[in-house]
């Protein structure tokens, strides 16, 4: 795995990737976001692991492209599959993501916050969108996210004013769910992983999928998906399980099953 990302499993059942290389700021260039790809694709693809916290070293949690080699790049050296290809996996990644955001979460940083699905932040970060301030526009997602979070009207304050606002704010907006102290946030993030880890699993990837799916379509259409999600989670030994735990007033072991 690329050096600055690193991987650890601080729960039997919690996969951890840290960016961490301060010295770029993150920057996400294109070896960090292969290795990202493969770290993500390995835990999908692992039984294990049923939750995965995406954390940073450094006072900002990413910060996108490295503007030196942003400045040299063509047209086409930006929309390089390889490049590119970090979005798809972490849209179509299927088990619980928790962003852990121990610094500015700015451009290219926080699209890639945006794609968890809990975000913890630690108290006095900002996040923010300043790509117009270099001429660009944001390239990986933000203008989708942000308005589907936040509404056209704040999403439009952020992208373009190209001002950070900061976590308390993004907090009230819904945009992250947590703030902590920066000491805290890696336990906080982890007590979160784990919480859901003891959750059945095929319960909580049909959650993620439905959520993510009926989002674009027409609510009927979104009912009608839930609808057929909840029977084959019905069909689960893991829904036996929960419900003969909850009967027996003991702790239920979900198997992923």
Partial sequence: MEQSLREDRPHPQVLRFTLDDPSTRNALGIGI??????????????????????????????????????????????????????????????????????????????ELALTGDIILAARGIRLGSPEPKLGIMPGGGATQRLVRYLGWHR???????????????????GLIAEICDAAELPSRALKVAEGMAALPPLALAAIKRVA??????????????????????????????????????????????
């Fill in 155 to 173: 999403a439009m304050q952020v992208l373009l004013t190209a001002e950070p606002v900061t976590a308390e704010t993004a907090l009230a907006w």
């Fill in 33 to 110: 976001r292969a290795a990202l790809v493969d770290g993500l694709q390995r835990a999908a693809a692992d039984a294990e692991c049923r939750v995965v916290i995406l954390a940073a070293i450094g006072p900002v949690f990413a910060s996108g492209s490295d503007i030196r080699v942003l400045a040299a790049s063509t047209p086409e050296d930006v929309m390089r599959p390889e490049l590119r290809a970090v979005w798809s996996a972490l849209l179509d990644f299927p088990k619980p993501l928790v962003i852990a955001l121990n610094g500015h979460a700015l451009g290219g940083g926080l």
């Fill in 212 to 257: 993510r799916d009926g989002a674009a379509l027409p609510l009927r259409d979104g009912l009608a998906l839930e609808a057929e999600a909840f029977v084959g989670v019905f069909r689960t030994a893991d829904r036996q399980e929960g419900l003969s735990a909850f009967l027996d007033k003991r702790l239920p072991r979900f198997k992923g099953e």
